[in-house]
């Protein structure tokens, strides 16, 4: 019996994940297929697995394989057409709905994949272990402790080290706004915040008082035209505002920053990272990193300085903690960025400016006070939710 039938997505993703090399197969109109490599599972958009290596009827091929429950889903699922599946070299399903000279797609080989028995092992058993498990198995608690504690320190002082090159490159200041905006970007935007910070940067050296919100939301051509859209009456009031402000400070007309949206988690859309770092510059004033750096000194010891940096990086809104963008609510509001996200931040981007700032300076005692506000940063599992 072929369980793979009544399996969830995952589970079939999973047993191919496992498969090893040189297993053999059918597709479903005869062909043969051999899996040299299954491939690298992917957790973001497109195929669910990159550069497999699969021979189909004698020739091999090396692409992208993606998995459904039953075939059909291909088109349910709208891949056909889209260009992140134009790699896609197999197509490995559960169970085969299409009647004989049906298409799933741009002729797409597809195989169904057979698990014979039902998995009941433990999910921590499932997949293999690596190849580092001997030797932290071999680590007592306090030994594991000193060793990752280290590596981090380790990966602080790599981080801190290229943010040195940057300040000696561009200043201290454009350094620390690149990493910012680097950071609030995410994977999915990040050029796209590169080139809001080109633009907000250009603003700041007409205007030392520049102001960060308004220049962000016209700069990234996201604002609404109320005259156009619905909006409900507080957002109305907001973007009536914005607008009226951006008028006077618009440098000309630029092409449109193309914002990326299909892999971005519904609190992670672009209107919300906007809002987020808004209110931080806002927050930190016009020289952002000297300020940073007068509250790491205010606040004492590395503990109370990485409270208190968590703390002015978490963004709270009245209007878009219940917002996805100028039109769409939250199902439920959330932080428009929360503690776990502000101490990714810290971590990735003050710290390591700070850092690189003293060093420049000469200012040993804030180079030894970042290392001891690093120590003392939570763990992304002890700031809450990551909303």
């Known amino acids: ?21 040189g297993r053999d197969f059918r597709t479903v109109d005869g062909k043969s297929v051999s899996v040299l490599s299954p491939g690298t599972w992917n957790l973001e958009a497109g195929p669910d697995f990159r550069n497999a290596r699969v021979v189909i009827g004698g020739t091999e091929s090396v692409g992208d394989v993606e998995i459904h429950r039953r075939t059909s889903d291909w088109n349910a699922h709208g891949h056909a057409g889209d260009p992140r599946y ?57 030994e594991l402790h000193r060793y990752l504690s280290n590596a981090g320190l380790c ?56 102001d960060a919100e308004i ?24 973007a009536g505002k914005c607008w009226e402000r951006w008028w006077r400070l618009r440098i000309g007309d630029r092409p449109p920053i193309r914002w990326e949206r299909s892999s971005c988690r519904p609190l992670n859309t672009p209107e919300r990272r906007i809002a987020a770092l808004s209110a931080i510059l806002t927050r930190l004033g016009p020289d952002p990193l000297k300020s940073i ?16 940096l968590v703390r002015e990086f978490t963004v709270t809104h009245p209007l878009w903690d219940g917002q996805m963008d100028f039109v769409s609510k939250a199902k439920k509001p959330a932080l428009v960025l929360g503690r776990a996200r502000a101490a990714e931040i810290v971590m990735n981007a003050v710290l390591p400016s700070v850092h690189a700032y003293a060093v420049a300076r000469n200012d040993t005692a804030t180079v030894a006070r970042t290392v ?14 990551r909303k």
Not at 4 to 10: F, K, N, Q
Not at 156 to 184: H, N, Y
Request: hydrophobic share 35%; charged share 25%; aromatic share 6%.
């Open 155 to 210: 990966r602080f002082r790599i981080k801190a080290g290229e943010t040195c090159r940057q300040v000696l490159l561009k200043g201290a200041e454009p350094a620390f706004l690149g990493l910012l905006f680097d950071a609030c970007g995410y994977k999915a935007n990040r050029s796209q915040f590169s080139q809001l910070l080109s633009r907000y940067m250009e603003h700041r050296a007409l205007a030392r008082d520049a």
């Open 372 to 385: 001891e506000t690093w120590r003392a940063m939570p763990s992304p599992s002890s700031t809450g939710s």
């Open 86 to 142: 134009a790699g896609v070299v197999l197509h490995v399903v559960g169970r085969n709905d299409i009647a004989p000279g049906g298409k799933t797609g741009p002729d797409i080989p597809t195989l169904i994949l057979e698990i014979p028995e039902p998995d009941t092992r433990p999910g921590s058993i499932k997949f293999p272990s690596g190849k580092c498990t001997v030797f932290f198995r071999k680590m007592n608690d306090g």
């Open 293 to 308: 750096c007068r509250m790491s000194e205010d606040a004492g010891d590395g503990r109370g300085a990485a409270s208190r």
């Open 215 to 238: 220049i962000l939301w016209g700069e990234s051509g996201l604002l609404p035209d109320p005259t156009r859209q619905r909006l409900d009456n507080a957002m109305a009031a907001y």
């Open 1 to 21: 019996m072929n369980v793979a039938e009544g399996c969830s997505e995952l589970t079939i993703q999973s047993a191919w994940c496992l498969m090893k090399p």
